[in-house]
């Protein structure tokens, strides 16, 4: 059995300087780009991947084992085939970052169903192939570290997002469920929570819809606002690529890993809002059973 950190090779033994090898979606931009940087400089082997392979081209060199993929998440025969060469090249992969995705502003009513269900294809289900490709062989080893690029998105909304709301809370759920059910054979998961960082995301990365209705200035503003934004955002995505590390080698993952001040006071306010409106509603919620009648009947 090949183990992580001694990988055989056609030169026989190799030991990788770090024993984690990371496979890594989303890698020509953003937290992608940041983190396989990283990952490089701390010396750790890597695959990195991108729709287009000459978008990797500027990343750096080191000591470290580095394995550039085209990749579009979107296509299972190439998930298929990015595995099979990543399998192939380094035996094992410890650490899947499912990272590959991108935002569509506009309200729901004007929004563009072909462009928002290319969305989910890509934020939701490129995810989910991509866990399936290498589940088995985790499962099989006993372990494995999956780590999910959602949104501070994926647990409160603004109006600007729904659709890709959906995308994240979609994510949200699977994998929260997913991790139940491989944590007995040793597979952690973590889905990770950005708030506002200084990527591309609200530039050139995302999508938009383009038949605006004018009843939907509170959303156009928002729109702007954000896009506005762009390139001046507080979070360092290089510092967050530190914290992705410090995460897959934490002895016990957390479910949930929120990036950036921003991401921790909206969920932190969000999670106390409906807290708060449970326990208001409390006994409506609470006299639903068999003979509760007379609560009713007041």
């Known amino acids: 059995m090949l ?90 992969i410890d650490v899947l970052v499912n990272n590959a995705g991108y935002g569509y502003f506009g309200a729901v009513e004007e929004s563009d169903q072909s462009e928002v269900r290319r969305m989910m294809e890509t934020n939701f289900w490129g995810a989910n192939d991509m866990t399936l490709a290498l589940l088995p062989k985790m499962r099989e080893h006993r372990s494995g570290r999956i780590i999910n690029v959602t949104s501070i998105g994926g647990l409160a909304t603004f109006p600007t997002f729904a659709y890709y709301h959906a995308t994240k809370f979609a994510m949200e759920g699977l ?42 200035n509170l959303v156009h503003k928002a729109r702007i606002a954000s896009e506005t934004r762009s390139g001046s955002q507080d979070g360092n995505p290089k510092l967050a690529a530190k914290a992705f590390i410090k995460l897959a080698n934490m002895e016990k993952q957390p479910m949930h890993y929120l990036f950036g001040k921003d991401a921790y006071q909206t969920a932190v306010s969000t999670y106390k809002q409906a807290l708060d409106e449970f326990e208001a509603y409390r006994h409506d919620a609470t006299h639903l059973s068999f003979g509760d009648d007379d609560y009713w009947e007041k």
């Open 175 to 216: 994998f929260q469920s997913l991790r139940k059910q491989v944590a007995p054979f040793g597979i952690q998961i973590t889905n990770v929570e950005p708030g506002a960082f200084r990527t591309k995301w609200a530039g050139a990365s995302h999508k938009g819809a383009t038949n605006l209705i004018d009843d939907y």
């Open 3 to 92: 183990v992580s950190g001694y990988q055989l090779m056609k030169g026989g033994i190799r030991m990788s300087k770090k024993n984690q090898v990371w496979f890594v979606t989303g890698s020509s931009s953003g937290f992608g780009k940041a983190l396989v940087e990283e990952l490089i400089h701390e010396s750790y082997p890597v695959v990195a991947t991108a729709r287009k392979l000459s978008s990797l081209s500027d990343l750096p060199t080191g000591e470290a084992d580095v394995l550039k993929l085209s990749l579009d998440v979107t296509k299972p025969e190439q998930i298929h085939e990015a595995v099979s060469q990543a399998e192939e090249h380094f035996g094992f």
